[in-house]
């Protein structure tokens, strides 16, 4: 099993970080995705609780489902199906506000099913922590943009 955790503290209100990184629909802004779409809308909200979202990033494709929705401070998700095969134990986002604004706590455990891809479990977990990386800094984008236009 792999577990990543990747931090960042984006100079926004938690609010509407917290908005902007639970916009699922949004990944695809990513160049390496080729789509997201929430295929289940959550209970109270499209992107709340019980949402599914489908992220397509052609090699990879995974079918999460939002399993914790507490506006504006975290947001848990597990992959319930993957391409290539995986467990997943936990995925949790949680924001924090802090003096300079919205510190963002990614955590993710997983693991690949394939014995044979298991072996290059590593790259999928340098991959991943690229990925998040590169998700919070669009995140950070959006969200500081929409702070100065008042949002």
């Given at each position: 099993?792999?577990?990543?955790?990747?931090?960042?503290?984006?100079?926004?209100?938690?609010?509407?970080?917290?908005?902007?990184?639970?916009?699922?629909?949004?990944?695809?802004?990513?160049?390496?995705?080729?789509?997201?779409?929430?295929?289940?809308?959550?209970?109270?909200?499209?992107?709340?609780?019980?949402?599914?979202?489908?992220?397509?990033?052609?090699?990879?494709?995974?079918?999460?489902?939002?399993?914790?929705?507490?506006?504006?401070?975290?947001?848990?998700?597990?992959?319930?199906?993957?391409?290539?095969?995986?467990?997943?134990?936990?995925?949790?986002?949680?924001?924090?506000?802090?003096?300079?604004?919205?510190?963002?706590?990614?955590t993710t455990?997983?693991?690949?099913?394939?014995?044979?891809?298991?072996?290059?479990?590593?790259?999928?977990?340098?991959?991943f922590r690229?990925?998040?990386?590169?998700?919070?800094?669009?995140?950070?984008?959006?969200?500081?943009?929409?702070?100065?236009?008042?949002?």
């Open positions: 099993m792999q577990k990543i955790v990747v931090t960042r503290t984006i100079e926004a209100p938690i609010g509407v970080v917290f908005a902007e990184y639970t916009d699922h629909e949004r990944l695809a802004d990513l160049p390496m995705v080729i789509s997201a779409k929430v295929v289940v809308p959550g209970r109270a909200e499209k992107n709340g609780l019980g949402a599914v979202r489908v992220v397509n990033g052609g090699v990879v494709v995974l079918r999460e489902e939002i399993t914790a929705f507490e506006r504006p401070r975290l947001m848990e998700y597990r992959i319930r199906q993957s391409r290539p095969a995986s467990t997943h134990e936990l995925g949790r986002v949680e924001f924090t506000e802090v003096p300079d604004g919205t510190r963002v706590t990614w455990v997983f693991g690949i099913t394939n014995p044979i891809l298991r072996k290059v479990e590593p790259a999928f977990s340098v991959a690229l990925i998040f990386t590169m998700t919070l800094d669009q995140v950070a984008k959006r969200a500081v943009a929409a702070a100065r236009k008042g949002r």
